[in-house]
């Protein structure tokens, strides 16, 4: 599943008129990077979760035919945050699945994360950007154990962590049951402190550079990206 209903403030005025996922990149919606990415991997099932202007993604990708895919959508009724947004979803999930954040890309093998989460007795996986060359500027925000297991995540730390969350997650479903209904919930503000807590939430290392278009400046470094 894609997150794909945020506001997109930071892009103001762009977001104003479309959804963050629509913004043009290299000539077409950023989302259609994101879709054809996961069609070249041959994983055809992705249940957009859509909120602010939803209708001009479900209206622009339909079923997905047109893409070798297969599009279901979700659509939250006001802001739910991304916990939220999983948990209004939950009748369409399945027992496990993977996570993609809707400003976000990451050309890796999504398959060796979601294996990676089923083959473990975690809940949930998060795969992390190894930021040594301090190449994207994006805050260090996670460390891990010796076992991979993530011991710390926290946007905002004053301590030296390793890795940066890299917008891709791999979940069960009973992660989705922790959430509450019916209120705003941040997964990775709420829900991930709980993960941590039982040591159920593992990491999947990469190297492989990820982007996004967070801000205007980010939106410049993948358009030179997407578009070389």
Known sequence: MILA????????PVTATVPKPMVPVAGVPYL????RLLAKQDIRDVLLLTGYLGEQIEEYFGNGSSFSLRIDYSREPHPLGTGGALRHARPKLHDSFLVIYGDSYLPIEYGEAFTTLISSGAAGLVVAYDNSREDTSVKNNIDVDDEFYVSCYQKDSPDQLSYVEAG????RRAVVDLVPEGRPISLEQEIFPQLIASRSLIA?????RFYDIGTPERLEAIERLLGA
């Not at 999947?204 to 492989?208: E, G, R, S, V």
């Open 168 to 171: 891709v997650l791999a979940l």
């Open 32 to 35: 259609e990077h994101q879709l």
């Open 204 to 208: 999947f290392i990469t190297t492989q």
């Open 5 to 12: 209903g945020g506001l997109g403030t930071r892009l103001r």
